[in-house]
């Protein structure tokens, strides 16, 4: 069994809407929404879904995700965002990977939910990012093998970049699998700070990771 993991803080207009699409998907998941304090009504449409697991959780992506984790019982472990939508057929296509004994862990293809051109750039600079490096972000939808998260020690406790430091510890372990199916995810913060601005600073934010630079003083520069 696949148990989707989504991490929230105020997400209650994305929320529903990834929830039921995962409800279209034939086949058996569990849904675990690890909430990190939403204040925004968040917690109330989760409490009207009685086939979804709520855990309320200290703030923090990776440590929202590994409290998840902690209550999932499925031998596959899917951590979605909550602005993020899957392309029907993606469980067929996590089994089918992981039916290949080297494949550990992997991530779908990204797509960005707007028409406009500049987002077809961004997707193709992400494509050829895991094509070259396997290197898939947290918007792509990262699912890892239960033994596999549990022997690396899970998510990081850090504010920024853990899903970049999951997937190199995965590699250690097995190939990672970059899925055709895409990860239909929103362009809301793109929009927000501006596509170039926030193109840019993604790619400054890894190089200084790279670099050596702590996560929390990363984290500074990107939610300031």
Known sequence: MISVIIPSLNEKKALGKCIESLRREPGYIEV?????????????????????????????????????????????????HADTLLEQGWINEIITALEDSVVAGGAFTLA??????????????????????????????????????????????????????????????????????????????WKKEGWIRATLMNQLIMIMYRLGIDPHILAGLYYR
């Open 32 to 80: 675990i929404v690890a909430d990190g304090g939403s204040v925004d009504g968040t917690l109330e449409v989760i409490g009207n879904l009685n086939d979804v697991v709520l855990i309320e959780s200290p703030k923090g992506r990776g440590l929202q995700m590994n409290q998840g984790a902690g209550a999932a019982t499925g031998n596959i472990y899917l951590f979605l």
């Open 112 to 189: 960005i939910d707007s028409p406009e051109w500049q987002y077809r750039l961004i997707e193709h600079m992400v494509k050829a990012r895991c094509a070259l490096w396997k290197l898939p972000y947290g918007d792509q939808g990262i699912f890892v093998r239960r033994d596999v998260f549990e022997k690396i020690g899970r998510y990081k406790n850090i504010p920024l970049m853990e899903d970049v430091d999951l997937i190199e510890r995965i590699k250690r372990e097995g190939r990672i699998s970059i899925l055709p199916k895409k990860a239909v995810t929103s362009h809301r913060r």
